[in-house]
């Protein structure tokens, strides 16, 4: 059947998901709250697992987040590299990850937890590029010294750095488990099968 | 001129971006006054004082950081190179986003064949200032509903689920106003539902009798002696609720079990109702009877028919069966521009029960032409 739908839906979804990187994301980016990248994270999870719950295309969730990074850009958001990578990299795990799971439960927990986990990976990277390697590998030095003088010598930053990563993975996977819920009561609502 | 400028400018990040504290130097002069000539404006608002401090700080820190684990100099230098780096990365950002805006990218999205691209990042701009709309409305429910703080924390997934669904309705919404106008950019190339013959679309509002005029017509053209095959899905009430579907084979009278309601959760095919593959078998029964000179009827062509499911497989069988002299389909008025993108027929006629009244039947009759 000809169906523009998975086209308007992405249309739509990423309007939302753009729209609200470009209200919410600003005023917790200029506003400094806390975990801001995970908050933003989990809602753009809720848009695409939806969307690819209700029309499971492959190349929906990329689609979506070309228009989310379009409207940021063009609208309220403005330029923030950092925003911008994080929705493309979310795009592209989420829709990696349904289309390799046949777009199940476990696609949006694998998306979500990839998606989220690449928000500190991100910021390393951000600093790689900025300060360069030595920079980095500076910080890392200076994160020894100052746990060794408060008595935490054997706590390795790297050790850190990767359990941060895997919290944040496994709020990710959470996220996606809890937008695949709340993607099925809108599946229903539309009249969709859950 | 500019186009030299812009080369340049493109230059200077790459050079930025290097190690050589000198080349960095060098490129950071050529990007300030190659965004200074393209856009001064620009280069202001990207330079304003407390982005320039944020990036004075970050140099410090960083500067600080190197000097602490390498030494002073090299400290010095890494932190001048973050500095370089920031202004250079975010002058070049300025300029280009104040260049390209939505219009040239929409034209450009055309120009190098990627329509749909287009159509749907103008779709995405049009849908603003609904789906702003629609969350003003959620929001201000949520509000109202909530009694204190907590309660509307407790309620701000369903905001989210609400919000999706309003989403999820424009969408359907755009994608069938597309299909009304004959838009069909956007269309995924998938088989459309051929009819070679004049197919009427019966529609009009919910208990507004179109089971009954469809009903009727068969009636009617069985006494003209016009066979037909398909099916009607009838209603069951209690107390005025309709708690239920049965399916009517419209040539043997014989009924069976459709649809039954039952707690949300646990509908399917995202209904409130169960289904029973009893009342499907007798839907493929009742099309299967389709012969030469028939008329289809299909009563109804829902939601779950139009994603090629339920009684779908069934009907496609029928309608290709060669030298029917007709077809009648019942759809709510929602889905009619749904069902219509979906069909690929010459000759359409949609009747509207609600405006047509008792003489349902007989219009529907009219719209067929059959001649005998």
Redesign the interface.
Known sequence: MRDARAWTYAALFGALWGALEATVGTAVYLGKMPLRGTVMGVLGLLCLVCLRRLQPRPGVCLLAGVVAIFLKVFTLGGFFPGPLIGIAVEAIAVEVAMTATGGRAIGAAIGGAVALATNPLQKLGMMWLVAGSEAVESYLKVGEDVAAAVGLGGIRPLAVFAVVVAATALVGAAGGLWAWRVAGRVARRMGARP | MRRFAGLLLFAAVAAV?T?DPRLAAGAAVVALASAWFLDPPAVRAALRVGVALAFLFAAAV?AA??A???GPG?GLE?GG??LL??LV?TVA??V??RAV??ES?LRATERVGME??G???G???N??PR??EA?GEVWAAHSLRGRGLIDRLGRL?GL??V???H??????E??AA??LRG??A????????SVAVRTVVVTGPPDGGKSVAVSCLAARLDEGGVPVAGFVQLGNREGGRKMGFRIRDLRTGEEAVLAEKVE?EK?????RFRFDEAGFRLGRTALARCESGCVVIVDEVG??E????GHMPAIRRALAVPGITGVVMVVRRALVPSLL??LDASDAVVVDVGEAGDAAAATIAEALAIKR
């Open positions: 971006l190690g960083t950081v190197v602490w684990a390498v090299r890494v190179m973050v780096r920031l990365l950002a300025a280009l986003v805006d939505a990218l749909r691209l159509l749907v990042l779709l995405s701009l849908a603003l789906i702003a969350s997934p989210g689920e919000l999706l669904a989403t999820a309705r424009i969408a359907e755009a994608a597309a299909s838009h069909s956007l269309t995924w190339p998938h088989a459309p539902l949300r509908g399917e095919f995202g209904t939601p779950v139009l994603r090629g499911a993108a979906a």
